[in-house]
């Protein structure tokens, strides 16, 4: 097992990963930038190296900076959270050079994954079902005609090494697709330093479920069932649950068979999300692959009783999964859990709230989890994401996932800078969410709802 | 107002120990706190603070402490603080732009790059960090005479760590 | 402002023993809050009290507001208070010694106890509070004129509640 | 269902019956002291009523003023708490006539359970066992002489209406029985007014374990397993789990059964709790019985994930056990949860530290469960009992619930006044508390090492 684990990130992921290490009786190396000098992670850890000036770039993805840090710590092994370095081939592959051993996948399989279309044709292989489109790279407007007429519009055409939305166009008809076609290269190729598109049928309402897996170093890989995180703003997920109300029992173990099988061949180690669309008939569409703990992890951990990050550090070291998961805990979720990103952002108009917390009073009591790095009189610097904390309540069914969730919104304090926790608290109350009727569109309808709500009271009340 | 009305104003809430003044001229503002809480200086401040104390064995400490348990509501200095020695004169500090191991001469055996009393140029090589298997010259930033080593030979640095004081020569 | 006038501002303030002062010219503004921390009622209180504000519907209100969803940095004025006019003189109050529903008269349609204007003595009863089917009478604890009655019939009343603003005599 | 309740009592326990109502959707009242004009309980409930100064008996305990409370707020129902008028028949009694639900037991069976001797015969009666004793009331030394001979030395006079420690003697050899009975008797009448005592066996190194009991208003009760309360401190409990390491899954059941018979008969309804103490050999003996929800309820609701609080409403509303609590969670406990109380009190001279709290960092994360009403500069009044906040930790087995428990302790951080933390974790990071290796005389023994090793150290630094 290893000794020292140096944690390459910060927030309330370093801060977790510190708990899952001080639960195994691993000693923790924190880094941190200039700007986060009097952060958690540093204060709980038990070393902690400065490794730069607050921008990102010049500290948490300085890769010297953050190998020298392990170097001089006697680190054995990085835990990389998620974000910043953590789907970072290179840095992966300078762990391995560097005899620090990465928690995660192999650096290649990191690569494969990060590929997109690599990805789908990798999936494709095992049966794992994809959204119709495009196999391979297209190359011009002409190609892409042809492939959306095989497909059938709509249709949409993604950055092959993309992300959060850039390189992305959705084609309703032939009319638009050249122009469309053209604009995306281009922003792949800004973005992204490659222009490379890929087409695939687009789903006008579309359900974001994903699964999470976990692989040992012995060629096995589980699925431990799916979160839906179709609560979407801008593609920035904003709410999760688990279990998703649209899968079934059966769909739940057909596609953790068929990704335990497809993983397995791919090589796939440590803990991974497959991320999949589901259409309008209820079937899953692969979309792409995180091979790294997510944000939402904790809903899985709340209805599996499985601690993810422990597991992660447990089958870096070589564990078996057959040892660490017992097999009763492998199928049977038990209850549901519901997530709510708290974000240092303003409820309504989602502008950034830099600043410092006058007060930081977190709910507790029976089915309240908190995960935050967060406290009275911290500082929320600028310079990185804005979330602030998760609240996460599991309860034996939804209805009463939900119900404690409300009454922990409302126990849930912040003063001194904006929070996203009135926003969750009117998602909460609405009753197409209650009743499970949402999309990947949920919050734009929400959001227009909302503001239309203002408008007839200010007219009622002029 | 000028730097002497100025100091004669501080000293004024000084001696009427006044903790917090505000003054904005632009159509007046004023905001007045006395004393009392002046004791409890970081008064608010000493919610949380306190127990942001570099609890943790900072770097320079590569001998780990045990876990930091305790509550300590240690010294709220900077943690790189913890290395300076007590400064009377305002010294120039030559800080560590990388993190690595900190070598005080080009090799093994050879002399040290300097020590104190030697008068260093901006520019001047004064040590090497080591990080990634990589020697990084570190080149002096001011001119002047080197006061103190701060770092001791094949010691670990983390960013921004003080290396060397310096009496500056203007 | 110039300087001679700050600084005699400032003697002023601790001459009355205010512990914090803004002002705003432009529409005017001013915040003062008086005596050290010793008078402290809401001082520090802005950390969390503001939090701890009595955003619930205290028993005064007994039609019931809404869930206080809301962080309310209410008033910081305690509870009971609420009820309590502006009083620019020093009047004696005459406070519940229970929980109860409040009536001003013996019995229904019967006259009020007291009227504003009254002279009362110590002793005399002012109210009847009535708790758990029992009519208690609430005798004035002091002797003076009734300046305002601060309850109203048929009210319900918590412990400590002001039922009475009295002009005492001496 | 009710639509209003009143929570007769403060601190977190007030709290925790806030949180189940709001997740049930029903209005709370709170009543508070004037010490507690700030406290969580009036922050968080819909309406809150002052009812007296801040002592207790003028306040919390004064039947007059919290009835009168309810009555003007209109409230249907009442939660004692624990503590306070929990116990109390004639305040049950007082809520009988007012017309409003007391949530709890009826006042007969409270009284019935409140007396000790009627308390055992009851129990004996079905068969549940007890410590061999005598039956009925001692009247005189020379009975008592009697008995013992025929129990057997060593044996214990307790005062029937007795509890705390007072009116209790062990009397180990003839010689001592005339002077201990004469004592005990006496301090008996002094303190509870009723010198009436009698005499049980006594048991050198018992273990304290208990079992939470529900039961419906339709005649049914169930058992919910047990909890070990062996870490006590002069009968106060310090730290409490579930499962107990020493009861097996037969003796659970067992006793579990006889339980629902008994209390069945009895007419027992809403939660309760039944004290045993564990001889040397592994067996159970009755106690006591508590007629209300317990401090340690929190380590039940972890392993069986079942909300005690919201099932005391639900079942004092007239809900059936079976509707409530499905058959599958009833059997089968999952993992192992420890609490720790964190008092405000000195963690070695044990002496109660009122004041106010500068810093209140609270532990978070998977596993970690917080019930508190204390804030970061709220202030603990000096007039009620030391309880500031409970630490819960689940985990999948004991081992894991005690190192999240150890992580936890690490970042609970308290300033400005004294808590039991620092002594949590000593206990934590014993041996013979990890191996379970301890009964009610641990804490003795315990501390009497810790005052060893620091006589230690001063010799070696001296």
């Keep these: 097992m290893f000794k020292k684990i140096l944690i390459a990130n910060r927030g309330e992921i370093a801060l977790r990963v510190i708990c899952a290490c001080k639960e195994l009786g691993i000693k923790t190396v924190a880094v941190y930038s200039d700007a986060d000098r009097n952060s958690l992670h540093v ?30 710590t006697n680190t054995d092994a990085i835990h990389p959270g998620y974000g910043l370095l953590s789907e970072n081939a290179n840095f992966a592959e300078v762990c391995e050079t560097s005899d620090i051993k990465f928690i995660g996948p192999p650096p ?197 009783g499985i601690d993810l990050v422990k597991s992660q550090i447990l089958l870096a070291a070589g564990a078996k999964l ?86 922990a919104l409302e126990m849930f304090i912040v003063e001194g800078i904006h929070t996203t926790i009135p926003l969750h608290r009117r998602i909460m109350a609405d009753p197409d969410f209650q009743a499970g009727r949402f999309d990947t569109k949920y919050m734009e309808r929400f959001l227009a709802k909302l503001q239309e709500e203002r408008v007839q009271l200010t007219a009622v009340s002029a | 107002m000028n730097q002497k009305e100025l100091k004669e104003l501080i000293e004024f809430l000084i001696e009427k120990d006044i903790s917090e003044f505000e003054l904005e001229r632009g159509d007046v503002k004023v905001r007045i706190k006395r004393g009392s809480e002046a004791a409890a200086a970081p008064s608010v401040v000493s919610v949380m603070p306190q127990m942001m104390a570099p609890a943790p064995a900072q770097v320079s400490a590569a001998h780990p402490q045990p876990a930091p348990a305790q509550t300590a509501p240690s010294a709220s200095a ?56 990589l020697m990084n010259e570190i080149e002096s930033d001011a001119t002047g005479e080197i006061v103190k080593i701060l770092a001791s030979n094949g010691q670990p640095v983390e960013y921004g760590q003080p290396l060397f004081a310096l009496r500056a020569r203007k």
């Excluded at chain 1, 008939?281 to 995180?290: K, P, R, V, W």
Aim: overall charge negative.
């Design chain 2, 78 to 133: 900077p943690p790189a603080a913890a290395v300076v020695p007590a400064v009377e004169e305002e010294l120039h500090m030559v800080k560590s732009p990388i993190v690595g191991t900190f070598y005080e001469s080009p090799a093994p055996g050879a002399p040290a790059f300097v020590k104190p009393g030697d008068q260093v140029q901006a520019g001047q090589t004064l040590c090497i960090i080591e990080a990634m298997k």
């Design chain 1, 108 to 304: 290649e399989v990191i690569r494969l994954m990060g590929e997109k279309e690599k990805a789908r044709q990798a999936m494709k292989r095992t049966n794992v079902p994809i959204l119709p489109g495009s196999e391979g790279v297209i190359a011009t407007a002409e190609e892409a005609k042809e492939w959306a007429i095989q497909i059938g519009y709509p249709v949409i055409v993604k950055a092959s090494a993309g992300g959060g939305g850039r390189g992305m166009r959705v084609i309703r008809a032939e009319t638009e697709l050249e122009g469309s076609f053209n604009s995306a290269q281009a922003e792949a190729a800004a973005a992204f330093g490659n222009g490379n598109l890929y087409m695939e049928k687009f789903i006008e309402q579309p359900r974001h479920i994903e699964f999470q897996v976990l692989g040992d170093l012995h060629g096995k890989v589980i699925s431990l069932g799916e979160r839906e995180c179709s609560i979407q703003r801008r593609h920035q997920k904003l709410l999760e649950e688990s279990p998703s109300t649209q899968v079934t029992e059966e769909l739940r173990q057909q596609i953790g068979k068929k990704l335990s099988e497809c993983l397995a061949q791919i090589g796939y180690v440590n803990a991974g999300t497959v991320e999949f669309l589901m259409d309008e008939d209820g079937s899953l569409h692969f979309i792409e692959m995180n091979t790294r703990i997510q944000v939402e992890h904790p809903v899985t951990e709340m209805v599996t």
């Design chain 1, 43 to 72: 204060r709980f850890a038990d070393e902690a190296v400065c490794i730069g000036p607050p921008r990102s770039s010049e500290s948490y993805l300085n890769i010297p900076a953050v190998i020298s840090a392990a170097e001089i």
């Design chain 1, 322 to 407: 057959g040892d660490i998961i017992p097999r009763l805990d492998r199928k049977g979720q038990r209850g549901h859990a519901i997530e709510c990103r708290i974000n240092a952002e303003h409820p309504e108009k989602f502008t950034p709230s830099a600043g410092k917390i006058k007060t930081f009073h977190v709910p507790g009591g029976l089915g309240i989890r908190v995960d935050t790095a967060a406290y009275a009189e911290g500082v929320i610097p600028p310079y990185y994401d804005s979330l602030i904390a998760k609240l996460i309540s599991h309860g034996r069914d939804r209805d009463e996932a939900i119900m404690r969730m409300r009454r």
